[in-house]
């Protein structure tokens, strides 16, 4: 492989890819002269539900508990261990996790906003939280549900730091 082969600027029109040092490897950004700032993100997804399942939810009849309950719970931790399930993100102090769980006739919908005061960014644990509660979520039902599937997890709005906020735009 050459070096331009394995260069990170030719798959981003030219804007080099601040997690790939000049030699194109991975490598951890230093964000140690970056001031801290109040920063947020929300990120959404979907588990898409075979009736079966959506309705044992609904009725809480699933011998594991809970579910949406759980999922929640289980969000918030993921949010809160992201550093040490994505290799190149930092550990952060979060200040604030809301994961929100709804069942909107067979669709969970998922939805989870971080909060810091620190150095970079919280789109990684919004995402892990609402990624992991959706797993949960299948974890929980497949045996009704193997089929149970997670869709559209994407960050929605993220705000703070030097760019200031960001908005996703409708696709739809």
Not at 68 to 88: D, F, M, N, S, Y
Not at 100 to 126: F, I, N, S, W
Request: aromatic share 2%.
């Amino acid at each position: 492989m050459t070096q331009g082969d394995r260069d990170p600027s030719s798959a981003t029109g030219g804007q080099r890819l601040s997690h790939v040092a000049e030699d194109g490897c991975a490598r951890m950004v230093d964000v140690s002269a970056k001031q801290p700032s109040a920063r947020f993100a929300t990120a959404t997804g979907r588990v898409r539900l075979s009736p079966e399942a959506a309705t044992a939810i609904r009725e809480q009849a699933l011998p594991k508990g809970d579910v949406l309950t759980i999922a929640r719970v289980a969000g918030i931790q993921a949010a809160k261990r992201t550093w040490e399930l994505i290799p190149l993100c930092h550990p952060i102090g979060l200040t604030g996790i809301e994961v929100d769980v709804e069942l909107d006739g067979d669709v969970v919908q998922v939805a989870a906003t971080t909060r810091t005061h620190d150095r970079t960014g919280v789109e990684m644990e919004a995402l892990t939280a609402v990624a992991v509660a959706g797993l949960t979520i299948i974890d929980m039902v497949k045996a009704i549900d193997p089929g149970a599937t997670i869709t559209d997890v994407s960050v929605a709005v993220k705000g703070g730091g030097v760019r200031g906020e960001w908005r996703r735009e409708s696709r739809e």
